[in-house]
């Protein structure tokens, strides 16, 4: 695997994260931040294979000398995304963050950045892709739907879906969302989704 026309995209306490490409295909580079005593990297690189099992995340290419190579997403995050789709469009595009969150739930890993995901679901098209895997856990009790359920019915989500013509009933949606979390059980994850379609 020759990586070639290496550029640094951003910079973080952890992280170094750079662009480059296999061919012609673009890509993305993780490795660490020299000055960081916490390695995160191969903990990502072991996440992310384990949520592509269930086609969640961008896809891994490589793990080798600290350095994960993944496919990069060329989208943006979703919330800016939200205000040039349609209604139908954005509700599809929910209904696919509750589903990838229930099956986070049922391999049993906690993503950790759900309450607040505004810059970990970027947009490929109409589909939402769940991105940085650093501080995903596996976790007898994992909690993405019941925190994407708090994300989807705040403040600033609100407004923007207002916008858009979707009132997701906040106290129905959270009612649901305690249910779920009894047991994870389908019932309930059914009526978070039946809420999103009759917002």
Known sequence: ?????????AKGKRGLVSTAYIGDRKVLLKERNPSSVVDTIAHEAEMLKAVNKESIGPLFIAYRDGVLVREYIDGPE????????????????????????RQLDLLGINKQEMTHPHKHILMRDDEPVFIDFERARRTE???NVTQVCQWITGRDMTTLLSAKGIEVPRDAMLAHAKAYKKDHGKPAYERMLETIRGA
């Open 78 to 101: 979703m919330m800016d995304w939200i205000p040039g789709a349609t209604k139908p469009r954005i509700k599809r595009a929910l209904e696919r963050v509750i589903a990838q969150c």
């Open 141 to 143: 009790n994992p909690k």
């Open 1 to 9: 695997m020759k990586l070639e026309r290496k550029e640094q995209f």
